[in-house]
C-alpha cells in the first residue's frame, strides 16, 4: 500500500508541474482603442467630434517576430477590440487609407483601453439660405430651405462614397469627410422658385454647375462652401429671324437657311428651348442643324446654359421637299432654367417667315407668246371692221371694203390678159 501511494503522489506532482506553464499561456491582454475626426488637430476626442464607424480597424503583429496576429475592424462606436495572449510585445498599425492619422500605431505589452487614433479628412463647412438682399451673408430674417448639400465620389481605398446633410436654423451646415475626388452637390430648389446665386466670393458654389469639386488628396483639408439662393427672373428671348436666299417664291428642291438669334434677357443661367412651327418632314428635310443647339429641325434647346446677356445664333440648313410649307416659325419656349419668363412677347412671334413654294417648272411670271401663235394673235385683235356711222355711209357688216375692191383688179386684169393672147392668134 505504501509502494501505490508513493506512486500516486509522484504521478500527481508531475501533472502539476507540467499543467503550470498551460495556466500561464491562458493569461490575456486586451488592446482597444478610438478611431475618430480629430477636427480641432488636438490629438484628443473632444464632444461634438465624430467617430469613423465601421473602418478597418488595426493589424497586430508580434512585435519580435514580425508575426500577424489578426485585424480588428472598428465597430459602430468607433472603437477596435483586440484580446491577445499576454507575454509578449505587440505593435498596432491602421488600416485605414481614407483619413491621414497623426498616429500610425501603438506597442503593447499590457491591456490598455487608449491605443487610439485621431484622423484627418475634409473638413467642409459653410452657409446655405435665400439670399434676400443679395449680401452675400445671412440675416436673421432670411429664410433657410429643406434641401441638402450632397458629397459624393471615390475615396482612396477606392470605393464609392456619398454623404449629405441639411443645414440648420441658422443656415450652417458641416461635414465630416474622407480623402479621395470627391464633388459638392447644390441641392435643386428650382420647384421652389429658387436658383443659386451669382457667386460674390470665393467661397461661393457656381451658380451654373451648382458643383464644386474637393479635389484629390493633399488639396485644402478645412473647406468652407456656400449655397446661396434667390429669386429669378428668368427671360428666354428669340429675334431676328432671315432665310437665304431671299425669294417670292421657292421651287420644291431648293435648299435654304434659317438663321435667327437665342438671348437670355433674365438674370439666371440656363438652356433656351426651341420649337420651330411650319416645318415638318412632308415639306422639309434637315440637312444640318449649328452646334450649339440639340434635337430635331422642329425641336431643339442650347447645348450650354446662357448667362444673363448672352446671345448666340442659331443656323438651320434645309431642303425644300413639298409645296405645303407656308411658314418657318422658330419659337423660343417661355422659360429658362426651368424658370418662367417674365415677358411673353419676345418669344419670336414678330420675326415668324411667311414662305411661297410651288412645283418644279412652274412660274407666277407671264409666259412669253410664241412665233407660231403670234399671227394668229394680232389678226383676231387688230381692229380692222368697218363700224356703223362711219365716214363711207356703209353700214357695219364685219367685212372690208378693200377686200372687194381687190377682188375687181384681178378680174379686170385677168380679162385684159384674155384679150391680147386672143389678138395674137387671129393674126
Do not use: C
Not at 422658330?330 to 412671334?349: C, L, S, T
Request: charge should be negative; charged fraction near 20%.
Amino acid at each position: 500500500m505504501k509502494n501505490v501511494f508513493a506512486v500516486t503522489m509522484t504521478a500527481a506532482l508531475v501533472l502539476t508541474a507540467a499543467g503550470a506553464p498551460a495556466f500561464a499561456q491562458d493569461e490575456k491582454i486586451t488592446v482597444e482603442g478610438l478611431f475618430y475626426i480629430d477636427r480641432n488637430g488636438d490629438n484628443a476626442y473632444n464632444a461634438g467630434e465624430n467617430v469613423r464607424a465601421g473602418g478597418p480597424g488595426v493589424q497586430i503583429r508580434v512585435q519580435d517576430t514580425g508575426e500577424l496576429v489578426g485585424t480588428y475592424p472598428t465597430g459602430p462606436d468607433g472603437r477596435y477590440r483586440a484580446v491577445l495572449p499576454k507575454g509578449p510585445k505587440y505593435v498596432t498599425s491602421s488600416l485605414e487609407k481614407d483619413y491621414s492619422s497623426t498616429r500610425l500605431g501603438h506597442d503593447v505589452s499590457e491591456s490598455r483601453t487608449d491605443a487610439d487614433y485621431p484622423l484627418r479628412g475634409y473638413f467642409l463647412n459653410g452657409f446655405t439660405f435665400v439670399d434676400t438682399n443679395g449680401d452675400g451673408v445671412k440675416q436673421a430674417d432670411e429664410k433657410t430651405h429643406t434641401g441638402k448639400i450632397k458629397v459624393s465620389g471615390q475615396v482612396q481605398s477606392g470605393a464609392q462614397f456619398s454623404a449629405e446633410v441639411q443645414a440648420g436654423a441658422d443656415g450652417a451646415y458641416q461635414l465630416d469627410l474622407p480623402l479621395g475626388a470627391l464633388t459638392l452637390t447644390s441641392p435643386d430648389l428650382t420647384r421652389n422658385g429658387l436658383a443659386l446665386a451669382k457667386p460674390k466670393s470665393a467661397v461661393d458654389v457656381d451658380w451654373v454647375t451648382g458643383a464644386l469639386a474637393l479635389g484629390p488628396a493633399g488639396s485644402e483639408r478645412d473647406i468652407r462652401a456656400d449655397a446661396r439662393y434667390f429669386e429669378p427672373k428668368g427671360d428666354g428671348a428669340l429675334e431676328d429671324t432671315t432665310i437665304s436666299p431671299a425669294k417670292d417664291t421657292y421651287v420644291v428642291g431648293d435648299q435654304i437657311e434659317v438663321e435667327f438669334k437665342l438671348l437670355n434677357k433674365g438674370d439666371v443661367p440656363g438652356k433656351l428651348s426651341v420649337v420651330v412651327f411650319g416645318v415638318g418632314p412632308d415639306n422639309v428635310e434637315l440637312i444640318s442643324l449649328s452646334d450649339n443647339v440639340t434635337g430635331t429641325m422642329q425641336e431643339f434647346e442650347t447645348v450650354a446654359k446662357l448667362m444673363p446677356g448672352q446671345s448666340i445664333t442659331v443656323k438651320m440648313k434645309l431642303e425644300i421637299v413639298g409645296t405645303g410649307l407656308s411658314q418657318i416659325g422658330p419659337f423660343a419656349r417661355p422659360f429658362i432654367g426651368g424658370f418662367k419668363d417674365v415677358d411673353h412677347k419676345n418669344q419670336g412671334q414678330p420675326f415668324y417667315k411667311q414662305v411661297k413654294v410651288v412645283e418644279k417648272g412652274t412660274t407666277t411670271e407671264p409666259s412669253t407668246p410664241s412665233s407660231t401663235t403670234a399671227p394668229t394673235t394680232t389678226t383676231t385683235t387688230a381692229p380692222a371692221v368697218v363700224k356703223a356711222g362711219d365716214k363711207s355711209g356703209l353700214a357695219s357688216t364685219g367685212a372690208s371694203v378693200l377686200g372687194f375692191l381687190g377682188l375687181g383688179a384681178v378680174l379686170i386684169a385677168a380679162g385684159v390678159s384674155v384679150f391680147f393672147v386672143a389678138r395674137r392668134r387671129r393674126s
